[in-house]
Every structure is written in C-alpha cells, then in structure tokens.
C-alpha cells in the first residue's frame, strides 16, 4: 500500500505528483553527491490544490508530503515512484510527526497576519532531514486578504528545499498573484462506487451501509466516512431531508427552520465540548493552575485569550454544520430535478425518499424546484456574509414554501 491509495478517482493527479515526486528526489540526491542538478524538472517550490468538497484535496496534498519525504530504496528503481506508504519518512509525514513536514489546517473562520507570518518564518528554516522543508495550507481560502500578501512574499522568493502546498475548493478563492506562482492541480469528484470499495476496504464498513452512504454523499469521501461510522449523524441528515415535507404553512416552515438551527447548534457543541475541555485543563496546568480552582494572578488575560478562540471556533464549527445540513438539502431538490427530467433511478441519491421525492416531482415544475435550489445556495450565501443564521434560514424556508 502507497500514499497514493487513498486519492480515489485522481488518477491523473496521482500520475502528475508521482512524476513531480520522482524529480524531487533526483534533485535532491544530485545536490547531496554533487553531480550537476537536473536542468529539466516537473517539481516546483508552490503547488495549489483546488476541487469540489470531497474530492480529497488535503489528502492529496499530504500524500504529495510524504511522498517528498520518502526514503524506500525502492524509490531510485528504474520505474520507481517515492510514496511507499512505509518508510519513515512516509510513515512519519502521514501522522503528522515528520519534523519538516507542517500541516496547518483552521478550526476558526480566518487564518490572519500572526499565523501567517509564522509560517513563513518556518519556511525560511532548512530541512532537518536534508530533503524538503514541506508546508501544507489546507485552508488557503480562509488566509485574510491581508495574510495572502504576507504568504506572496514567501511564494516570490522561496527557500531552496521549501514547498507550499496550498488547498483551496477553487482558483478564485485564493489571491491571483499566488495562484499565478503556483502549479494548479484541479482534484474531481470520486466515484460513489469507488468511494463504497475504500469504506469497505480499509474501514471495515459493511458493504450495504457503505453503498448506501457513498450514494447520499454522492462521492464526498469525508462525509461519507462520518456517515457511515456515526448513527446519530444519519439520524440528523434524515432530519434534514424530511424538511421540504414541513413547509406547507408558514408556521410549520418557521418550526422546521428553528430545528434545523437547533440541530447545528448542537452538533457543533457536542463536537467542540471535549476539545474545549482538554484545552483549558491543559491551559491551566501549564499556567501553574489546579483543576477547578484558582488561577494564579497574570493569568486571566491568557484565559481570557483561549476563550476568545474557542468562541471563534463554536461559531465556524456551527456554520458548517449547517452548511452540511444546507448540502444535504440541495442534494433533495436535485434528485427531483432528476425525476422531472426523466432521468434514470441511478441518478437520484436519496434513495430512501423515492415516495417523497416523486410525489413532489409531480406537484411542482422544473422551474419551480430550481427557484428551491436558488433559496438554498441563497441562504449559504447569506451565511457567508454573517446573517443571523435564524433569519437566513427562515427566508429560505419560506422561499420553499413558495416555490
């Protein structure tokens, strides 16, 4: 098993980084015996990342990681692409303890100056390994504007064994003048039964349940994964489903738009609970604080500080919470798309609805269920400008109601 065997259905992503992979590692063995450096390479010091949710853009990336890293003698073989999955410096990168390799990924909404500019400073630093000083950005799209031209700078003039690997869904969600110093590898959806064989394959998942999760997902391998490992969480997503059934009045719509409020309220508090306990025994403890008790004098700013933080971070974390819920929604609305088209039972998602979703196919338009999709992408962009969540959802349930 090689780094690569978790991309499903990348391929031709797969083929571009292992050839990237097999020119790193002659770059770096000639600079170590002192032969001349190859004059032709497909490696470069900043690579962009960007696909659909799902499609495994982060873990290309660090498959790319460990990749640069590896140290299989089997990698300098006539034929041999670096990744062996095993070595070392394979093994080290894939569970995030390899010293020159950093993922930074965001539980906030924003990744700002400071952050960024210790990034960069880390990038200046060599590889204590002597290979590749590797930083992995899996939140790109989160850089403030003003981190984005602090990170510029870094990707104009790079270290010599640095490389920046950059996540982002797409070329417009990071700034131009980096995207054009970055080689763009552009990541597609899986394949829902190639999404089924590696929940069956390496988590064990039963086939059936493992078809049945990679098919309401529509290839979203992360979701699938969460799905098909939690009960609860198929529990909330049928919640979710049932909603266009609810909006027949207006007092029904505003009841259903509350639970759903509700429900991501709460996923996120019983995601960010633990977390944010072990952070503040941890905090505690290392300001010289007993557990429960009093904290020493000077260090209710530092407390006050991780607060802060884990406030930002219940905010975003109920935020996607209920942009899943706003996915799995769409997800509804588009299977009756389908059926007004004609299309074939393959093509519907939600299986389990088939009733539901004719019955509604056949009492509505075509175009009044694109005015329903346009609701919903409405009120994820309402969500994005900071709207209060309640009154987002409210106007779509109400845009549902009306068709």
Same mark, same amino acid.
């Given at each position: 098993m090689s780094v690569w065997d978790d991309l499903v259905g990348q391929e031709r992503v797969v083929g571009q980084l292992g050839a990237a992979a097999r020119d790193a590692d002659a770059y770096v063995t000639a600079a170590a015996s002192g032969n001349p450096l190859p004059e032709a390479s497909r490696m470069t010091h900043a690579w962009l990342f960007t696909g659909p949710p799902g499609a495994g853009r982060a873990d290309a990336a660090r498959a790319f990681a460990a990749a640069l890293q590896c140290t299989s003698p089997d990698r300098a073989l006539p034929g041999g692409t670096p990744g062996c999955g095993f070595c070392d410096g394979c093994h080290t990168s894939l569970i995030g303890t390899h010293a020159d390799v950093d993922v930074v990924r965001t539980d906030l909404l924003s990744i700002g100056v400071k952050e960024t500019r210790d990034l960069v400073r880390r990038s200046q630093m060599s590889p204590a390994g002597g290979r590749w000083q590797v930083i992995v950005l899996e939140d790109a799209d989160r850089l403030t504007e003003g981190a984005g031209n602090v990170l510029l700078k870094a990707v104009e003039e790079p270290a010599s064994r640095t490389v920046w690997l950059l996540c982002a869904p797409s070329l417009e969600d990071v700034l131009p003048t980096i995207r054009s110093r970055s080689r763009h590898l552009s990541l597609r959806t899986p394949p829902v039964a190639a999404v089924a064989d590696i929940l069956v394959r390496r988590d064990g998942v039963d086939p059936a349940l493992a078809a049945s999760v990679a098919r309401s997902t529509q290839g979203h391998i992360d979701r699938a994964r969460r799905l098909a490992a939690d009960e609860r969480a198929r529990e909330r997503r049928a919640a979710v489903l049932k909603l266009p059934l609810r909006v027949g009045d207006v007092g029904a719509g505003l009841r259903a738009a509350q639970e759903l409020i509700d429900a991501a309220s709460e996923d996120s508090k019983q995601a960010a609970t633990e977390t944010d306990e072990k952070e503040t025994e941890a905090l505690r403890a290392a300001l010289g604080g007993q557990s429960g008790g009093r904290m020493p004098r000077g260090t209710a700013g530092a407390m006050k500080e991780l607060e802060e933080k884990q406030k930002r971070r219940r905010t975003r974390s109920q935020r996607d919470s209920l942009d899943l819920a706003l996915?799995?929604?769409t997800s509804f609305y588009r299977d009756v798309l389908a059926l007004q088209f004609g299309s074939s039972p393959e093509a519907v998602a939600n299986v389990e609805l088939r009733d539901a979703l004719e019955r509604i196919a056949e009492d509505s338009t075509?175009?009044?269920?694109? $005015?329903?999709?346009?609701?919903?992408?409405?009120? $994820?962009?309402?969500?994005?400008?900071?709207?209060?969540?309640l009154l987002a959802v409210e106007a779509m349930a109400m845009a549902l109601r009306a068709g």
């Open positions: 996915v799995d929604l075509p175009a009044a269920t694109l $005015r329903r999709i346009e609701a919903i992408a409405a009120c $994820r962009e309402a969500l994005d400008r900071n709207v209060a969540p």
